[in-house]
């Protein structure tokens, strides 16, 4: 029972799909693990809207209570919002049942320590160690803990997010916002958060049922109906949600859906206007945010792909803003995790300081082309596919930091297999639409071709 074959592990967590690999007694199995990683401290849970959800929740709480840790449930709440909880109740660490942007027959854990941040790869590693060895603490009859709820992780989510931003200046605007949560967990707290705002919100997709209506990755193809519904509706702008709601995309007032990287860009943009500081993204963000921090004279510090990456060295930085290029906007204001309220709020302030539409603020990004391809490779050959890959770009000079990274003058390319999918990724991006397309396909067929060879 203790093989993680067929799952997805590794700074992410552990993702499996519900009724194969994703069983009770695999769940409960790295509940007790996590508890004895926690040395049975006091444990956060929350959950996206899945309507696997109970299951895993209820699996997961049993193997954290068999250790003696005392567990707040908080129930449906988005990932940054449990992360705040971790530090606001002063606990030891999180779980987060929510296999994120994955299809809906996913499930997940997502495992936080005591500051709200993800385990890194070297505290996941030491938490797998646990899991495989099997030794988990067991505590007795009078030993066992309290299972606690807790109702205030809106209230504080909310404030955290609204403490450094002008909340007049954004009222007075009134804007209509469209807004699609994917039913995700993003359904209940972001609603309030633009009421708040003085928003007129015009939404769908917003019931935390679980029963996702598109995929819930924010990009293009998933978001035909918000597009349609800010044009129908004449909104101001449009915001859509993961179902754990750490990633956000932005739709403008003409109803164009902007790539994921603009969320980031745009929030980066906004934020150097109002202080200079470092900037840190991942690996395979848009080469827009090196032209942005340029224009204000500030450095841009490149991690590895990964929340946890990234937060890290933001904070040793002291950065001030930072993040992934999938929408995932990281404000150290309100917490060191990607956060698509903070992002929605920036987003909002930047709108409110501006006469001009989000389209118009849009056109200010620098222009690039991305093309973001994946295929089917599973784990176990990744690593010799990846070796293959090599000898393609023999004569460039590869960043080796994830995966490989190869820059040219007007493109690069990042290839890399993923954390969270059975899936190698390639990134380009280019100036010119056509070298990143071509670019894109060349490596791909080069990909498909190790791993079949
Ligand atoms: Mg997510």
């Known amino acids: 029972m203790s093989s993680l074959v067929n799952l997805m592990t590794g700074v992410s967590g552990v993702r ?269 963000t848009s080469r827009a945010i090196d032209d942005i921090a340029d224009s204000y004279g500030v450095p841009v510090i490149r991690t590895a792909v990964g929340e946890i990456n990234v937060a890290e060295k933001l904070k040793e930085v002291n950065g001030v803003i930072g993040g992934e290029g999938n929408g995932g906007v990281i404000d150290p204001r309100v917490h060191y995790g990607r956060d698509s309220l903070a992002g929605i709020v920036i987003m909002l302030e930047y709108l409110a300081s501006e006469r001009e539409p989000v389209s118009k603020l849009a056109d200010r990004i620098p222009k690039y082309y991305s093309a973001k391809l994946k295929t089917d490779c599973p784990d176990s050959k990744s690593a010799k596919v990846m070796r293959g890959l090599r000898n393609m770009f023999k004569k460039e000079k590869i960043d080796f930091t994830e995966g490989l990274k190869v820059s040219f003058d007007h493109s690069w390319v990042h290839i890399r297999p993923s954390g969270t999918e059975p899936v190698i990724r390639v990134i380009v991006e280019s100036q010119h639409k056509k070298q990143a397309s071509d670019l894109a396909d060349k490596v791909l067929k080069e990909v498909k071709k190790q791993i079949k060879g």
């Open 16 to 284: 499996g799909i519900v009724g194969r690999s994703l069983t009770p007694e695999l769940l409960t199995r790295l509940g007790a693990a996590f508890g004895t990683y926690m040395k049975a401290g006091h444990i956060i849970v929350g959950r996206d809207t899945r309507t696997s959800g109970d299951m895993v929740k209820y699996s997961v709480f049993s193997g954290l209570l068999s250790t003696g840790c005392n567990v707040t449930d908080i129930d449906i709440a988005t990932t940054p919002s449990c992360q705040i909880m971790i530090e606001e109740l002063g606990a030891d660490g999180g779980v987060v049942i929510s296999a994120s942007h994955n299809p809906i027959e996913w499930n997940a854990l997502k495992l936080f320590k005591a500051n709200g941040m993800y385990l890194n790869k070297e505290e996941s590693k030491e938490f797998f160690d646990i899991y495989h060895k099997g030794h988990f603490l067991k505590a007795e009859w009078n030993q066992l803990k309290d299972l606690e709820t807790d109702a205030s992780t809106i209230r504080r989510h909310l404030k955290k997010v609204l403490k450094h931003i002008d909340v007049e200046k954004i009222r007075r605007r009134k804007f209509k916002v469209a807004l699609d949560c994917c039913n995700g967990a993003g359904s209940i707290i972001t609603p309030i958060l633009l009421e708040k705002l003085g928003c007129q919100i015009v939404s769908i997709h917003c019931l935390p049922n679980g029963l996702f209506p598109h995929n819930p990755e924010p990009i293009f193809i998933n978001l035909g109906d918000l597009s349609k519904l800010v044009k129908k509706t004449r909104a101001d702008i449009g915001f859509a949600q993961d179902a754990d709601a750490d990633r956000v995309a932005v739709i403008t007032e003409k109803g164009r859906i902007l790539s994921e990287e603009y969320s980031l860009s745009m929030a980066t943009q906004y934020r150097l206007s109002q202080k200079k500081g470092t900037v840190v993204v991942n690996l395979s």
